[in-house]
């Protein structure tokens, strides 16, 4: 499993209110999260985020509360794969239960920046930054969690190996 996209940056301790206001949390539609994502951080996120787009950040993204609504307004946005530094713990577990690859890289998390075109192979274990012309190696993600994103979340892997 290959993605690619342009990267979109951010810095420490991006919180769950931040990727998704609270003010929007009345809805639980893909759509309608995505339409807010990142907005209170970066207005022009939603108008600029193409389909498979990677977001890149430093330490601890995703902290804050335990909604899965942060990690559904990133993929829903298009977003195809977060590389950061750290993950909060609870994001992290989320992301993947909603099928959103996730990756802990720090190097490849501190050298992206916005705009660069990166390229995550989970297979073989590589970032790619081919605007750098840079390579960082990942942990491949187990199979177990591979078929899971490939089912686009746990409740669909569950229903699909019933």
Same mark, same amino acid.
């Given at each position: =499993?290959?993605?690619?996209?342009? +990267? ?11 990727? #998704? *206001?609270?003010? !929007? ?5 893909? $759509? &309608?999260?995505? +339409?807010?994502? =990142? $907005? ?27 909604? $899965?609504?942060? *990690? =559904?307004? #990133? ?7 977060? #590389? ?5 713990? /609870?994001? !992290? ?10 990756? %802990?890289? *720090? &190097?490849?998390?501190?050298?992206? &920046?916005?705009?660069? $075109? @990166? %390229? @995550? ?20 993600? *187990?199979?177990? =969690? ?10 669909? !892997?569950? /229903?699909?190996?019933?």
């Amino acid at each position: =499993m290959k993605v690619k996209g342009n +990267a979109f940056k951010y810095g420490d301790n991006v919180d769950t209110d931040v990727i #998704i *206001p609270a003010r !929007y949390l009345n809805s639980s539609k893909a $759509e &309608e999260l995505a +339409a807010h994502c =990142m $907005e209170d951080i970066d207005k022009n996120f939603v108008n600029e985020v193409k389909k498979g787009d990677i977001l890149a950040a430093n330490k601890n993204f995703g902290c804050g509360s335990s909604r $899965e609504h942060a *990690p =559904m307004a #990133i993929k829903a946005a298009g977003i195809s794969c977060v #590389i950061a530094e750290t993950f909060a713990r /609870i994001f !992290y577990r989320n992301a993947i239960n909603i099928g959103l690859p996730i990756v %802990e890289c *720090p &190097e490849a998390a501190r050298d992206i &920046e916005k705009g660069d $075109e @990166v %390229e @995550v192979d989970f297979d073989n274990g590589i970032i790619r930054n081919l605007s750098k012309e840079k390579e960082y190696p990942i942990q491949p993600f *187990p199979e177990f =969690m591979q078929r899971i994103i490939e089912a686009e979340g746990l409740v669909n !892997y569950i /229903i699909k190996n019933k």
